[in-house]
């Protein structure tokens, strides 16, 4: 490449005023360096072969097949079964090769393949039609162009998408600038302020708000101190507590009880029964002063938001829901996401309330906590990750932090009127265009760094709505 440039300044555009030739030299540089360098993204030489392989197998005419292009844009998912690109292995990517020849459309009398033909015969006459035309046209003169008056929706007109793009880099920024916060030392769920002020590009108010509560601030969910505590050795989500009693009944408890408090920072975060809770809570009340006078030591009742009726007075229900399901954790078979979230959101109890009325297995596990604790175990095997379809479906039916933060940059339009399903649709539009531009922007050393993912994605909607960032 330095070659190309060395001759380049010896051509004739020496000619030219020093300025042009540096600003020629340094964007060819910059777009050179692109076009010839290695692939940055690990499976960018994987995603070549696959359409290697389409071409050789289908033809130029399979790349007309919108199904073609959504594999292609959704690699790691679609073909890979993945949830990041940072493990790409062979063996994942030929079992989808092996999978796709079983499609009707590579046997050469399917009529898939023969509808396959038709259209790269059609583009082909389009295409040479194209080209006569263009030889016919050679040395005319070039014609005024047409005025044409186009009827933009909102997304097309360019002012609208220029204001989004600009907000989307926005939100960029905002999380490239506050990655430095992740290795910085925390006290509980804080940053030393000291510390917090290293942080660059950033204004100063929002450093210092995200420096007093990073499990509700900080837009990289795995990195929360919360639940890099209850991630620990020992802890429910270790593997050797991860399916059995103690370890579900542990885990409910951190969800709907003791999440981001100082008893969970101060105690292990693994109960064997319910027994050990109360002989727990006792000790603590009798030792800890702080413990004895706040019940929020325990518990913040307006730790995801506006106040719930999160209390200590829940954990024996959820014993004995822990009880009586944690079986389902018990074998080693993968729990779909989707059916995992449901099930913690709607499963009904067989003891009856005072009312006589059935009630809820496990009380306070709404449509927030319930995805919440989902989307812990899909970080360990026993719950799939989630999809694209199921993120839309979460975030359209939990309707708060996600949704605010796609209309904050205007990807997603005004759906408090529209019906579930509608705004599900809506929702997952705006949420891929969202993740693609990230996915896209970011380094892969960054997205190691924070966790990137689609539960990570929408945990930044969430911060992005929360700070107000791009009002």
């Known amino acids: 490449m330095t070659s190309i440039l060395y001759h380049l300044k010896a051509s004739p555009l020496t000619t030219f005023c020093s300025l042009q030739v540096k600003a020629l030299s340094s964007a060819l540089s910059s777009t050179l360096s692109i076009i010839l360098s290695y692939p940055q993204k690990p499976h960018s030489v994987a995603q070549s072969m696959l359409l290697r392989f389409f071409i050789e197998n289908l033809g130029e005419e399979s790349l007309l097949l919108a199904d073609m292009y959504y594999i292609f844009k959704n690699?790691?998912?679609?073909?890979?079964?993945a949830r990041s690109c940072r493990k790409v292995n062979e063996t994942s990517f030929s079992r989808f090769m092996e999978d796709i020849r079983c499609h009707p459309i590579f046997d050469k009398t399917s009529d898939h393949n023969s509808v396959l033909r038709a259209m790269g015969k059609v583009y082909g006459q389009y295409?040479?039609?194209?080209?006569?035309?263009?030889?016919?046209?050679?040395?005319?003169?070039e014609a005024s162009p047409l005025g044409v008056q186009c009827v933009a929706t909102p997304m097309e007109n360019p002012a609208a998408s220029g204001t989004t793009l600009g907000k989307m880099q926005e939100a960029l920024q905002f999380i490239k600038n506050v990655i430095p916060l992740v290795h910085m030392p925390t006290h509980l769920r804080s940053v030393n302020l000291?510390?917090?002020?290293?942080?660059?590009?950033?204004?100063?108010?929002?450093?210092?708000?995200?420096?007093?509560?990073?499990?509700?601030?900080?837009p990289f969910r795995e990195k929360a101190p919360s639940v890099c505590r209850i991630r620990q050795v020992g802890g429910p989500f270790d593997p050797q507590n991860l399916r059995t009693l103690p370890g579900f009944f542990s885990a409910l408890v951190f969800r709907a009880v003791t999440f981001s408090t100082p008893y969970l920072f101060s105690h292990p975060p693994l109960l064997q029964s319910l027994d050990a809770w109360?002989?727990?809570?006792?000790?603590i009340k009798n030792t800890v002063a702080e413990a004895s006078t706040d019940c929020w030591y325990f518990c913040n009742p307006m730790v995801y938001g506006s106040a719930t009726r999160h209390s200590v007075e829940i954990v024996p229900s959820l014993w004995s829901a822990a009880k009586s399901k944690w079986t389902l954790l018990s074998n080693n078979d993968q729990i779909d996401f989707r059916k995992f979230y449901h099930w913690l959101i709607k499963d009904m109890s067989d003891m009856l309330d005072k009312s006589s009325k059935r009630q809820k297995t496990f009380l306070q596990f709404g449509p927030l906590i319930g995805y919440l604790l989902t989307a812990d175990y899909s970080y360990t095997g026993v719950v799939s990750p989630p999809s694209l379809d199921d993120m839309a479906n979460t975030i359209a039916r939990i309707n708060s932090g996600g949704v605010k933060g796609l209309e904050a940059p205007s990807i997603l339009p005004d759906t408090h009127k529209m019906r579930v399903d509608a705004r599900i649709?809506?929702?997952?539009?705006?949420?891929?265009?969202?993740?693609d531009f990230l996915d896209k922007s970011l380094t892969a050393e960054e997205k190691g760094i924070i966790g990137f993912d689609y539960v990570m994605v929408e945990h930044v909607l969430c911060k992005i709505a929360h700070l107000k960032l791009l009002q």
């Open 194 to 218: 000291a510390h917090a002020t290293e942080v660059e590009g950033t204004s100063y108010k929002i450093v210092h708000q995200m420096s007093t509560n990073l499990d509700w601030y900080l």
């Open 127 to 141: 295409v040479d039609h194209k080209a006569d035309h263009n030889d016919e046209a050679a040395g005319q003169p």
């Open 425 to 435: 649709a809506a929702v997952k539009s705006a949420f891929e265009i969202f993740y």
């Open 75 to 81: 690699f790691v998912g679609v073909v890979l079964k």
């Open 278 to 283: 109360d002989e727990l809570m006792s000790r």
